[in-house]
Nanobody
Framework: QVQLVESGGGLVQAGGSLRLSCAAS????????MGWYRQAPGKQRELVAG???????LYADSVKGRFTISRDNAKNTVYLQMNSLRPEDTAVYYC??????????????WGQGTQVTVSS
């Protein structure tokens, strides 16, 4: 069917940077939008950034000016460049895709998550 695989998480000091990648594979016809969500301990999962097939982006207020989402349509891959990281950015980050599979069915898919830890 469809698989989303995230990579790039890890441990970084406050003020540092990380770049997350998410590659979608499988029976994909097209991708409407992809996004990054995160879930910190004791918190609800929240949208961090999203990007549409046309390149429109949106960001959570807490990451505006620090994070940048981008997409390589040819590779069905979305990236999240995270700069000026803060301890409160610590969370498991999940990739999400709203896409059309071969045959025309629309679906919503999730990656397995990648841990981002920012030390003070």
């Amino acid at each position: 069917q469809v698989q989303l695989v995230e990579s790039g998480g890890g441990l970084v000091q406050a003020g540092g940077s990380l770049r997350l990648s998410c590659a979608a594979s499988g029976s994909i016809f097209s991708i409407n939008a992809m996004g990054w969500y995160r879930q910190a301990p004791g918190k609800q999962r929240e949208l961090v950034a999203g990007i549409t097939s046309r390149g429109s982006t949106l960001y959570a207020d807490s990451v505006k000016g620090r994070f940048t989402i981008s997409r390589d349509n040819a590779k069905n891959t979305v990236y999240l460049q995270m700069n000026s990281l803060r301890p409160e950015d610590t969370a498991v980050y999940y990739c999400n895709a709203d896409l059309i599979i071969l045959g025309g069915r629309r679906g919503d898919y999730w990656g397995q998550g990648t841990q981002v830890t920012v030390s003070s």
